[in-house]
């Protein structure tokens, strides 16, 4: 079976994931409704087959959770101890968003973020340097390697010691790189009509599906369940 | 008829320049007719390009005058926006030109801009992949994707938005063989469909049969013209004489590219002094096993990324490394300069082993993309950073004999290509490696640029190192390699 | 041709700085990974890392929204990789200030360059948000596990208002520090090599 979620799906589930992480859970209900928001996005990693990561974070899930409950509820003291507890609360509390972020991340193409953003009408010029954000980091990525082996082969990496001058043979070459590169990708970009005044269209159709609106409804009421719990008991 | 490009007087001085880029030029090409520019660089090719892209004088500010018409339009009246679906550009560099990060939104991101329905935007896709046989690149990340793959995609990209007149701007400079008579299989299509196609371009060889007409350009004016015909008849002393790259490659040359059993290019390694390479293997998804990884042998072969049991090489030559794209050429020079820490091996010269980190010092590499090994504020500096005892008396030197001496306080990004080149040979020799290697060093260059880049690499090996150079320049081989080594998927063939 | 407007090319070279400072920032973050407390050197690292690639993309567009844009890309970001939107408001409050400061300067000036990179830098408190949320259900769970009540508030005497003013000064302050360590890089190199 292939799963295809509509994008503005996917950042409504980042927006209520995100938005609950920061409220704590303080009764079992409300900790049940958070295992399994947290449970939905690790479900949906496994249809898409990113089984790895999928375990990877169930496991880290479950462990923080099991030593949080196992800590706390023991006599425990001392600075190591707190420390450890702090690790785990961090893990717990956090992690739902880490896994939907990732979720999204690796299962959304960067065409189909930029049909969503032209659906809920963000401005062109925010979309375009968006789509240009993203181009880039794996640009920037290449880059860095070439200057680093050209930092390897002369023997500068650790630049004689200097911090700054670390920082300074890292930075200086890839900013000469990416100004280029950008000059060229304007070029190339502008010739083929980007930047003109008919609004951009797209060429993927976006269209909610059953499980688009199954998936909105659900992280809808676990958001109302926790608002309702919080501010109004 | 009304031409397709009509450019009337046209001067124009780039925006700091000191010199006038255009002196007075004049065309007219007529619609469906293509052209060839060719000419030095810095003959003003890429400038009557921008011309009639509308780059000049829409993005690149500068003083112009004179006007252009480019298929009624004139250029200087109308937004860049409006010209889109009218001239389409490929440039030169295919890894700076793609705006997605997808083969297919690449393809359909003209058609987005100019903001046609999705229908219309997917019919148009399906018909440019089907026209150009590209289904098999749909789905992936123009990241994976060779150089020619890329430029392929660039091309399609400008098909999608269905112009009438296709630039290109040296579209050829990164390609492999291969790649190249595949560009030459996309402009007989656009030639068949009764396009506009005027080409930019050094390499000349592929266009034989396809272009009418000849442009040559020389410091910012039309100096020449021909027929296609007549141009494609014109021999290797004309063209010399032009600064012009060949218009034939070589009959043994071709067979070099196009064979896979490769014929003895002149081995004779008889009483030269040598340099060894031993065991070399290296892979690039290589399985760890608990905590220490398996050296790998000989018997790995299939599974390796480079094997090399045993080469030798003869000291004080320039060696070509030939092969296709993706084939292990790079790998085999990364793994020979040290860069690939997992790769095993050593060198062996006189008598003295280098091993692991030590090949680092032996050996140097100037990479294709000079600008990625320049990191000072000065060209002094710049060799200072690799001696490991500052001695400003040899680092003059050393600049010195490769002319760089004037430029010794200039930033190294303010130079030249070629001079960028010379720096980073510099600092490879102020490190005092032996082994040169070069990435290669001739694409993109022009007839007169390539052929100093020859005599330099000779130059180097008279001093006294050894110099290997990986290409798929074969007018550069002719010019300057002693012999040939050809990768093919990590083996070593001839 | 009107040239107030951001054009596609700047768009595209506001794509691209936004894309660097995000490295920039993930390198610093990487060292978080030592330890969780060199988190909070952030407002010090980034300022003074972050300085040569902003200084040089003052010198680029020179144009009004080009921190704007840039602090709503920075927000979008935050948000899509689940880093939370309570700190959106600061962040292009932050951008949109520095722009219309550097605006004053006709984007030139080197002084409201240094004032307007310095008042940018403050989103970086931004990142913040999360901890200083959530700090105070952490708390609560150690004192039910059974910790101390004052040893849970030695722990978090860190966190408290003025702490968090020292975080926003210290920022600022870095921010002009980086501006000149910037300006002298860009003039070093940029400048040196024709490109500015």
């Known amino acids: 079976m292939k799963l295809k979620l509509d994008p503005r799906t996917k950042l409504f589930m980042i927006f209520v994931v995100s938005a609950v992480v920061m409220m704590s859970a303080t009764t079992p209900f409300l900790l049940a409704v958070r295992i399994i928001m947290t449970i939905v996005p690790v479900v949906l990693l496994i249809i898409e087959k990113h089984f790895a990561s999928a375990i990877r974070f169930l496991a880290l899930y479950v462990i923080a959770l099991v030593l949080t409950f196992r800590l706390i509820s023991e006599e425990s003291t001392g600075f190591l101890m707190a420390v450890l507890v702090g690790y785990c609360g961090i893990v717990v509390q956090f992690i739902p968003a880490l896994i939907t972020a990732w979720y999204v991340i690796r299962t959304t193409k960067i065409g189909d973020f930029v049909s969503a953003m032209e659906k809920m009408h963000v401005p062109d010029g925010i979309i375009i340097s968006l789509a240009v954000v993203m181009r880039f980091f794996p640009t920037i990525k290449e880059e860095y390697m070439s200057i680093s082996d050209a930092m390897k082969m002369r023997g500068i990496e650790m630049g004689g010691g200097n911090v700054a001058k670390m920082v300074e043979y890292r930075m200086i070459p890839l900013l000469f790189s990416c100004v280029n590169i950008g000059d060229e990708l304007s070029a190339a970009a502008i010739t083929r009509g980007l930047g003109g005044k008919v609004r951009r269209t797209s060429a993927d159709i976006l269209k909610m599906g059953l499980v688009d609106y199954l998936l909105v409804f659900i992280f809808s009421v676990a958001m109302i369940i926790f608002m309702v719990f919080k501010y109004v008991i | 008829m009304m031409n397709a490009v009509e450019i009337k007087n046209v001067v124009y001085k780039y925006k700091g320049g000191t010199e006038d880029s255009l002196k007075g030029v004049s065309l007219s090409v007529k619609k469906g007719e293509t052209m060839l520019l060719c000419g030095a660089s810095g003959s003003g090719k890429t400038s009557v390009i921008r011309l009639i892209n509308g780059l000049i004088p829409h993005y690149y500010n500068g003083e112009v005058s004179g006007e252009v018409n480019v298929a009624g339009f004139n250029v200087a009246k109308t937004e860049l926006f409006e010209l889109a679906g009218v001239v389409g550009t490929v440039f030169q560099n295919p890894r700076s030109q793609f705006f997605s990060v997808d083969t297919y939104g690449e393809i359909v991101f003209g058609p987005e801009n100019i903001g046609l329905a999705p229908d219309e935007i997917t019919r148009r896709a399906e018909m440019v992949i089907n026209q150009m046989d590209i289904e098999t690149l749909m789905g992936r990340s123009l990241f994976e994707l060779s150089g020619g793959e890329k430029q392929m995609i660039a091309c399609a990209s400008v098909a999608a938005l269905l112009p009438d007149i296709i630039l290109l701007d040296e579209p050829s400079s990164n390609l492999d063989w291969d790649a190249i008579k595949k560009l030459r299989e996309i402009i007989k299509i656009w030639k068949e469909q009764g396009k506009t196609i005027i080409i930019s371009e050094h390499r000349l060889w592929y266009l034989k049969d396809l272009v009418e007409r000849v442009i040559y350009m020389d410091s910012g004016k039309i100096a020449h013209e021909w027929s296609g015909d007549k141009f494609m008849e014109l021999t290797e002393d004309d063209t010399n004489d032009l600064k012009l790259r060949p218009t034939i490659v070589k009959e043994e040359l071709v067979r070099i590219f196009e064979n896979n059993t490769g014929d003895n290019y002149g081995i004779h390694l008889d009483t030269l002094e040598t340099i060894t390479l031993k065991g070399f293997y290296f892979s690039y998804h290589h399985k760890t096993f608990a905590i220490w990884k398996k050296p790998y042998s000989a018997d790995d072969g299939k599974d390796l990324n480079l094997c090399i049991p045993m080469l030798t090489l003869p000291k004080g030559k320039v060696i070509g490394v030939i092969g296709k794209n993706g084939t292990g050429k790079s790998t085999f020079l990364r793994c020979i300069c040290g860069l690939e820490k997992d790769c095993t091996g050593s060198i062996i010269c006189d008598d003295m082993e280098y091993k692991k980190k030590n090949r680092i010092g032996f050996s140097y590499m100037v990479m294709q993309d000079v600008n990625h090994q320049l990191f000072a504020d000065s060209v002094e500096a710049e060799i200072m950073i690799s001696m490991k005892e500052k001695n400003e008396k040899r680092c003059h030197e050393i600049l010195d004999s490769l002319g760089l001496l004037a430029c010794k306080n200039t930033h190294p990004m303010a130079l030249s290509g070629g001079q960028k080149q010379r720096v980073a040979i510099a600092s490879a020799i102020a490190a005092g490696a032996r082994l040169l290697l070069f990435d290669e060093p001739t694409s993109g260059l022009d007839y007169g640029h390539m052929k100093r880049v020859g005599e330099l690499l000779r130059e180097l090996v008279k001093a006294g190192s050894t110099v290997l150079v990986s290409t798929h320049d074969p007018e550069f081989i002719a010019e300057c390699c002693d012999y040939l080594i050809r990768i093919d998927n990590g083996f070593l063939i001839s | ?196």
Do not use: Q
């Open chain 3, 1 to 196: 041709m009107d040239n107030e407007k951001l054009k596609a090319k700047d768009f595209i070279t506001i794509g691209i700085f936004t894309a660097i400072w995000f490295v920039v920032e993930f390198a610093c973050g990487m060292l978080g990974y030592i330890h969780p407390y060199i988190v909070a050197a952030y407002v010090i690292l980034l300022p003074l890392a972050g300085a040569v690639p902003m200084m040089l993309f003052y010198t680029k567009v020179e144009k009004f929204g080009m921190l704007t844009i840039m602090s709503v890309l920075i927000a979008i970001i935050m948000f899509v990789t689940g880093m939370g939107y309570l700190g959106a408001p600061l962040i292009i409050l932050a951008g949109l200030v520095a722009d219309l400061i550097a605006k004053n300067g006709g984007y030139k000036s080197f002084a409201t360059t240094v004032l307007s990179y310095s008042v940018f830098c403050l989103w970086i408190c931004a990142n913040y948000f999360p901890v200083i949320v959530t700090a105070e259900s952490y708390r609560h769970s150690l004192i039910d596990g059974g910790f101390s009540t004052e040893y849970a508030d030695s722990l978090f005497s860190v966190i408290n208002p003025k702490t968090i003013a020292v975080l926003f000064v210290l920022c600022f302050v870095f921010g002009i520090i980086g501006a000149f360590i910037g300006k002298a890089v860009v003039k070093k190199h940029f400048e040196k090599a024709g490109i500015v």
